[in-house]
């Protein structure tokens, strides 16, 4: 998919290295970095952790000799309210590229985007020069607390957003432009563009490619092979939704977001306390999965 759409950049989660792992072409990395694992020693555990570490840090490797940008590597989801741990294990994923000779500039590590997460990215950025990637997204007081983080990008869900309403409300089905994941993306962008953050923002997790259409001009998109496809069939001009003009037009008003002020607001949007607890359980229960595979 990758060799067919040329992406500039490509991302990594827990899911979708635990489907690739058990396809038979890549049988090899697998047995690598079980191989790896074994050779540092240590506990089982030790060694699976090793071994899984080293299986993204291969898969990540594979894909950047297919583009000219960046990969995006997860943290795994256990950690997520372990600022420390994160901090830690993120460190540990550049090290192992290193190894491999990819340097950190072609990296971006994913962290949810708790409030540990958070200031573990705001660490990793300040301190080490860490690319990070803050995942998980779906509350606005998630994107103003990484903005003033000075992360280097956000992945704002849309699709999981609109998954959520659906399955919660009277309303079936939304038209592009009223779909309250493109919202929830379109007031992250303008904020940052009113009040000049430097973070990317890249809307991601589609559904269908009206989502994707409705956030044209957005500084990034992150598009499966599969609405990719779709895409490609299509031979329509597309006039950007979103541009830093009109942001810096809009009516928001900064905020500033301590601890107690970042929980109180994300605390108020049901939906995003919701999809924020069940992503990190689903891609935690995907790492044990892997981990499981490799023991």
């Not at 792992?21 to 240590?42: C, E, F, H, I, W």
């Not at 000219?68 to 372990?82: C, I, K, M, N, Q």
């Not at 294990?89 to 072609?106: C, N």
């Not at 994707?212 to 092979?225: H, N, V």
Request: hydrophobic share 40%; proline share 3%; with cysteine.
């Amino acid at each position: 998919a990758i060799d067919e759409y040329k992406p500039l950049d490509a991302t990594t989660n827990p899911s979708l290295i635990l489907a690739a792992a058990q396809m038979p072409a890549y049988r090899k990395l697998v047995d690598d970095a079980v191989a790896y694992g074994k050779k540092l020693g240590g506990s089982e555990e030790e060694q699976i952790k090793n071994a899984s570490d080293k299986l993204f840090v291969l898969f990540g490797a594979e894909i950047l000799k297919r583009i000219p940008g960046r990969v995006s590597t997860e943290v795994d989801a256990r950690l997520s309210f372990d600022k420390e741990g994160m901090i830690q294990r993120a460190r540990r994923l550049i090290d192992l590229y290193k190894e491999v000779g990819v340097g950190k500039d072609r990296i971006l590590i994913k962290l949810s985007s708790t409030w540990e997460g958070i200031q573990a990215g705001r660490v990793l950025e300040a301190e080490y020069g860490i690319h990070c990637n803050m995942t998980l997204l779906f509350s606005f007081a998630q994107a103003v607390a990484c903005a003033e983080a000075g992360v280097t990008l956000i992945s704002p869900f849309v699709g999981r957003i609109l998954d959520w309403y659906v399955a919660n409300g009277d309303k079936k089905t939304y038209e592009p432009s009223e779909d309250p994941g493109v919202k929830s993306v379109t007031k992250i962008y303008n904020y940052y563009k009113k009040f000049g953050y430097k973070t990317i923002v890249m809307g991601a997790s589609f559904r269908n490619t009206g989502q994707i259409k409705a956030l044209t001009g957005c500084d990034y998109l992150t598009i499966s092979p599969k609405l990719l496809a779709e895409l490609s069939k299509e031979h329509v001009k597309l006039t950007p939704t979103l541009s830093v003009k009109e942001a810096q037009a809009c009516d928001l008003e900064k905020i500033h977001l301590d601890e107690k002020a970042f929980r109180w607001h994300h605390n108020e949007d049901q939906m995003a306390v919701e999809k924020l607890s069940d992503g990190i359980r689903r891609f935690a229960a995907d790492a044990v999965k892997l981990e499981r595979m490799l023991k």
